[in-house]
């Protein structure tokens, strides 16, 4: 008897250490937040990265349990992708700010054998314990026209304000959406809900706002707005997908044609049905335009829209069926979903493997795809206002185009130097730096280099920008080790030439990316504003296309998952002298459509190593094209000082637009834009600091403005009539304090 207790123990024994490897083997894991972390956005997707790979069954099979600081579960929404192999654990509700929870992963689901004895053996399930972040409190400007809305439900409502000053409409205040108020809403024109958690009480207030006049854009709303926008969504859901936006209707009439892409999850919205009290049923379905549809892919359309436009009162209430500020984030940063991921093929983990294979349609990679959805929201925002509004231009005195010059030199025999007095001398004599006239480029160097400190100063006199290029040993790092390694390297490189102002623009040696945004953190915590890592390549995955890898051609602010918006810009590199592209012919391709009709605006980022004549090729087509080439150094500078750029006190009285405008220091050639006309009445002239300046008439993306320098002061433009006019004195409040109103007829 006692024999075959023994070997019964032993047998159970063997069993359980076999259930042992496994089980640890397969839950033995990595969390996204991992363990511990603070600061995490209530509304945010966690994911669960097992350390072996999983089949679809293994992952379905798995259990996932959230819990809160009381050991109650928390509803989750369970996604199971079995490429790369993780789970997705997303809150059915956004959690609470300021709050701890708890995320555990295993193996155990439902009634299988040994399970009560499985639970005594440790190691048999994973957790990750985290924080969210505190309620973010907003200084609400009340003058504003402008108003973005945020919540706990979407990461992503920050980066709104990132999307409308790339556009140029800076004239937007922020708001958590639990203060949201009548008050909060007077005097608006224009309200962007990041956000759907809103009461009755507050869909009321936006309903009388909108009545009154105000222009609604809701991203993703719920059933609480469907009263507003004329639709109910659906239970279906559409991931990464299309939108192809009508080009009959005046905001997209110069947006391109054809289905671009979108990512993150759009809902799918069927009509609300009509009032009972609605005599004509299709006169009430007719008031809501669909001006972008969805589609599942560039040939399945679907019958739901991305993008409605409904008049209600004597305002509207524009429908986004998907977050638009989340798209472009994905868009531009790639896939979070893949981060330390090697999936191209190379040795390192790189910012194209967030891309890699189809992330990026690059039968769509020609077209700035977050851009044009970018300037489709602006177009909405400017043709529906109940007011003609301001504008900034995207580059200094009107430019279309420039050329963003930055070269890594490993260590060349004057590779550098070389360059810098070739584009000296070849400078428009007496060119302006302010005014990105002379040819001016970045050099990042390896600790190796033997530029000589005179040299170095002598071309930094000159407005030539040095920098160092860390050596990563083309090796990824985990996050401590990286920001050791760019931290020792930075400061060493000040340590040789301490007369250069602090290193503002980076590209690390291979391009080695962790996480999706580490190295973005690291270097804007070392001082870097620029960062040039997303470096389009390899050719392989290329083949001859020349384009937009994050589809865009300006730099904006990188974002985190969790909603911070980081102080470092996010610069690609389009034209890369080793991804197997013909040099002047993807010059040609991008300054092309850039100038051409097409108005595929941008800097264009470059990278090149002194090893051919790329670099040569470069300055020749600026200089042909009459482009500009700036260095890093400048583009930082100018993209700083035209978001701290303000427009403030707009007013309309009857057919008078005045505003006041803050241009922040660096920014002194920006243009003002102005609708051409409002309301089928053409502008007749503009005065700032009662002086009328002259105006260049300009179509861009479909809509025709005017144009002229932005000065700090006080601006009036008159519709329809050319009255002589006098102002009162204003002095510019960023808060706008000052509200100035014309004193004469």
């Known amino acids: ?234 239970p279906t859901t559409l991931r990464d997908g299309y939108v192809a936006i009508d080009r009959n209707f005046p905001a997209g009439s110069g947006i391109v044609s054809g289905p671009i892409q979108f990512h993150g999850v759009a809902r799918l919205y069927a009509r609300a049905p009509a009032p009972a009290d609605t005599v004509d049923a299709a006169a009430s379905d007719a008031a809501a335009s669909v001006v972008a549809t969805l589609l599942a892919s560039p040939a399945d359309a679907l019958d739901s829209p991305a993008v409605a436009v409904r008049p209600v009162g004597k305002g509207h209430v524009v429908l986004f069926a998907y977050d ?51 300037r489709f929201l602006a177009n909405l925002i400017l043709t529906l206002a109940r007011k003609p509004l301001p504008r900034l231009w995207y580059l200094p005195n009107g430019a279309r185009a420039a050329i963003l010059m930055t070269g890594d030199d490993h260590a060349t025999q004057g590779g550098t130097i070389h360059l810098f007095q070739k584009l000296a001398s070849e400078s428009p004599p007496g060119c302006r730096l302010d005014q990105w006239q002379c040819l001016r480029a970045t050099s990042l160097v390896t600790l190796r280099t033997t530029l000589a400190p005179e040299d170095v100063m002598k071309f930094h006199k000159l407005g030539f920008d040095f920098g160092v290029h860390v050596d990563s040993k083309c090796r990824n790092q985990e996050p401590k080790q990286l920001a050791a390694t760019v931290g020792d390297q930075l400061e060493q490189f000040r340590a040789r030439y301490p007369f250069l102002p602090p290193q503002k623009v980076h590209r690390i040696h291979c391009i080695v990316w962790t996480n999706w945004t580490d190295l973005a ?48 810009y996010q610069a690609a590199d389009h034209l890369v002298n080793e991804n197997g592209l013909p040099q002047r012919q993807s010059v040609d391709f991008l300054l092309d459509r850039a100038l051409g009709a097409q108005q595929f605006f941008g800097v264009f980022g470059t990278h090149y190593d002194y090893s051919d004549s790329f670099a040569d090729i470069l300055a020749a087509e600026a200089r042909r094209r009459g482009v500009a080439l700036v260095s890093g150094a400048q583009l930082a500078a100018w993209a700083k000082a035209r978001d701290h750029s303000m427009f403030g006190n707009i007013v309309w009285l009857g057919s008078t637009l005045t505003f006041s405008t803050y241009v922040a220091p660096g920014a002194e050639y920006a243009q003002v834009m102005l609708p051409a006309s409002f309301r089928g009445v053409p502008i007749a002239d503009v005065t700032c600091g009662r002086q009328e ?16 320098p932005a000065h700090s002061g006080l601006c009036a433009a008159s519709f329809g009539r050319d009255n002589a006019r006098s102002f009162a004195t204003v002095d510019w409040h960023p808060r706008g304090a000052d509200q100035a109103v014309p004193t004469g007829p």
Not at 536 to 556: D, L
């Open 521 to 568: 953190k690291i270097e804007s915590e070392n001082g870097v504003r620029l960062d040039m890592n997303y470096y389009y390549w390899p050719p392989a995955w290329i083949r001859n296309r020349p384009g937009f890898m994050t589809g865009s051609g300006f730099p904006m602010r990188f974002v985190d998952e969790d909603g911070n918006v980081l102080n470092i």
């Open 324 to 374: 638009l500020a989340r798209s472009i984030a994905y868009t531009r940063q790639g896939n979070p979903d893949w981060v330390n991921r090697q999936r191209d093929g190379s040795r390192q983990v790189r910012p194209n493997d967030l891309f890699y294979p189809d992330y990026l349609d690059l039968t769509k990679v020609a077209i700035p795809q977050a851009d044009e959805q970018q």
């Open 1 to 234: 008897m006692k024999k075959t207790t023994k070997i019964g123990a032993a047998v159970l024994a063997i069993f359980l250490g076999v259930a042992v490897v496994t089980y640890n083997d397969l839950t033995s894991c990595s969390f996204v937040p991992e363990d511990a972390s603070a600061g995490v956005h209530p509304g945010r997707t966690f994911r669960i990265y097992p350390s072996t790979p999983f089949s679809s069954e293994d992952l379905r099979a798995s259990a996932v349990r959230l819990t809160d600081a009381a050991r109650r579960i928390v509803p989750t929404a369970n996604r199971y992708d079995a490429d790369p192999g993780f789970i997705a654990v997303a809150p059915k509700a956004p959690l609470q700010w300021a709050s701890r929870y708890k995320v555990c992963f295993s193996r155990w689901r439902g009634e299988e054998p040994f399970r009560a004895a499985l639970r005594l053996i440790p190691g048999m399930v994973r957790c990750a314990t985290f924080e969210t972040k505190p309620r973010p409190t907003y200084t609400i400007d009340p003058f504003a026209r402008g108003l973005l809305v945020v919540g706990r439900d979407n990461p992503f409502g920050d980066y709104y304000a990132e999307i409308v000053k790339a556009e140029g409409l800076n004239f937007f205040t922020q708001a958590l959406s639990e203060d949201l108020t009548r008050n909060t809403l007077r005097g608006r024109d224009v309200v962007i809900l990041g956000t759907s958690a809103f009461s009755p009480a507050q869909v009321a207030a936006l309903q009388d706002w909108v009545d009154r006049g105000g222009t609604l854009i809701a991203m993703r709303p719920d059933t609480a707005l469907s009263g507003l926008t004329g639709f109910i969504p659906a």
């Open 693 to 708: 300046v002259a105006l260049k008439h300009e179509t861009i993306k479909g809509l025709s403005y005017v144009a002229f």
